[in-house]
């Protein structure tokens, strides 16, 4: 480079505002089943399953990114759009116990609760299909131990969700896509 030529760096890139939601989230494999409240059931402790997509969407089948906090940076809540707001919840303060072999665990909606953020908290990893995740569980989260992700019991409409041991040989039934929803008006 001649002492004439200026040193041009790039631009750094710039990001538009981070989108939450809401989103149908939609499983990759079989019949593109999405995550659903039961019966569009307003009361805590109603299962999550996977069901076909409602037409038109319904709040039941629409979900948002809500920030753990400070305390939990990278987790998120994902909370329902129904009126409740509750969110996933990975069994109900169950523990899961180190030494035993992993064995799925049943979702359902429960209020926030500060006190178990490990049964409530979720995090995005990137799986070997573009522009689809695990949704991966805080709680069974350390590098000691096996990472537990969002999976349906089946592949049968109205299967439970689950969140099971990962899986990187079958990762299609464990991965799942962003539906965007536009906004009303």
């Known amino acids: ?4 030529q200026k040193d041009v760096s790039p ?8 989108d939450l ?11 593109h089943l999405v995550l659903d409240v039961f019966q569009n059931n307003a009361a805590s402790g ?16 629409q979900w948002t990114f809500v920030a753990a906090g ?3 940076p990278g987790w998120w809540y994902l909370q329902t759009k129904m009126s409740t707001g ?18 799925p665990r049943p979702l359902f909606m429960m209020p926030k609760d500060p006190l178990q953020p ?4 979720w995090c995005l990893q990137s799986t070997e299909k573009l ?38 040989i079958e990762f299609e039934k464990q991965a799942w896509g962003f539906v965007p929803l536009l906004p009303l008006g």
């Open 1 to 4: 480079m001649s002492t004439l």
């Open 11 to 18: 631009a750094t890139p710039t990001m538009g505002p981070l």
């Open 21 to 31: 939601g809401p989103y149908v989230i939609r499983r990759l494999a079989g019949s």
């Open 46 to 61: 109603t299962k999550i399953i996977g069901y076909p997509r409602n037409s038109p969407d319904t709040g039941n089948q």
């Open 70 to 72: 400070a305390e939990n």
């Open 86 to 103: 509750f969110v996933v919840t990975l069994e109900p303060y169950t523990p899961i116990e180190p030494n035993l072999p992993l064995e």
């Open 118 to 121: 490990d049964f409530q908290l």
């Open 131 to 168: 522009g689809y995740w695990y949704i991966q569980s805080k709680s069974h989260s350390s590098n000691s131990q096996t990472p537990m992700v969002i999976q349906l019991s089946s592949d049968q409409s109205a299967a439970p969700a689950m969140a099971g041991p990962i899986s990187f």
